[in-house]
């Protein structure tokens, strides 16, 4: 299965929990794609080159877009979904339960192992079954 983003396999009990953010008015953003916190209440989405050479804590998330948005629209404002169980893809091994991290674009890895002091921020969610490199697996969005 290939995949440009995260894929909404459940809802919680009650809905979306999902917060308004910043975006540039500038950037096309696709439904379902991994968004990270760039300034207050701002965000962009994730990209192959995250996480950047500041570092594992400096790729906060801000959940996944939930809907669409053309470049040049004047639309400043998206909402992104800060809960839920998606089909997301992941560039490393991981097991049950694994912390999950942005990796890429649209794509999560397991936080390596000593990084316990972590933000949580930083935390984009966790496993819901173990997985190999690159393949798509349920990851609970933050818990």
Request: negative net charge.
């Amino acid at each position: 299965m290939v995949l440009s983003g995260a894929v909404l396999v459940e809802e919680p009990v009650g809905g979306l929990n999902i917060v308004d953010h910043t975006v540039s008015d500038g950037t096309q953003i696709s439904g379902g794609n991994l968004m990270i916190l760039s300034d207050l209440r701002t965000a962009t989405s994730s990209s192959a080159s995250d996480p950047g050479a500041s570092g594992i804590d400096s790729v906060m998330s801000a959940g996944v877009a939930t809907s669409e948005k053309k470049a040049d629209d004047g639309q400043i404002n998206l909402g992104c979904a800060q809960d839920g169980i998606y089909d997301i893809k992941t560039t490393s091994a991981c097991i049950v339960g694994s912390a999950m991290m942005i990796s890429g674009a649209n794509t999560v890895a397991p936080v390596p192992i000593g990084l316990e002091n972590i933000s949580g921020g930083a935390i984009f969610g966790y496993a819901k079954e173990a997985g190999a490199a690159n393949e798509v697996i349920e990851v609970e969005v933050g818990r």
